[in-house]
């Protein structure tokens, strides 16, 4: 378990990195690129923890790591929407920078949502786990659904 967060750790920093670098030339299909990788990964562990909470995969001892990736990076996505990178082949709706305030509200319940699941699952509670999960999920939901153009 160590490892798998040694490794997830190092990856997360050189997403981080590569956000970094992505922010200077927010006029590039490449802001649009990261900030897709970004999401396509919060998906990923959304994905990997309800599978686990079905019981159709994967392991419960691997929650904690998930938990620990989408509290990162919620962190990395208050960065993702710079203003003046509503262009591309992009689902952001303008919404995100017409109304900031509310965009920066439904990432902060992203964020906190995100944090809990991570003290959630240091109790060890499949129950608490799965309730914090929801409360996550309605979180992205939030977002998705006022900010995110429907496939």
């Not at 998906?43 to 079905?54: E, N, Q, R």
């Not at 989408?70 to 995100?96: C, H, N, Q, W, Y």
Request: net charge positive.
């Amino acid at each position: 378990m160590k490892g798998y967060i040694r490794g997830l750790a190092a990856a997360l920093a050189v997403v981080a990195a590569l956000g970094l670098a992505g922010q200077a030339s927010a006029d590039t299909d490449g802001e649009i690129k990261y900030r897709q990788s970004v999401m396509k990964a919060v998906g990923g562990h959304m994905g990997a923890m309800a599978t686990i909470l079905k019981g159709k995969g994967g392991s419960k001892e691997n929650l904690a790591g998930h938990a620990h990736a989408m509290a990162e990076l919620s962190k990395i996505a208050g960065g993702i929407f710079p203003e003046d990178s509503d262009f591309g082949e992009t689902r952001a709706l303008p919404v995100i920078w017409e109304k900031p305030v509310e965009f920066k509200q439904a990432l902060t319940a992203f964020q906190t949502e995100a944090a809990k699941l991570v003290q959630v699952a240091k109790g060890g509670d499949m129950n608490a786990f799965g309730a914090q999960f929801k409360n996550l999920g309605g979180a992205c939901g939030g977002c998705h659904k006022k900010f995110r153009e429907k496939k």
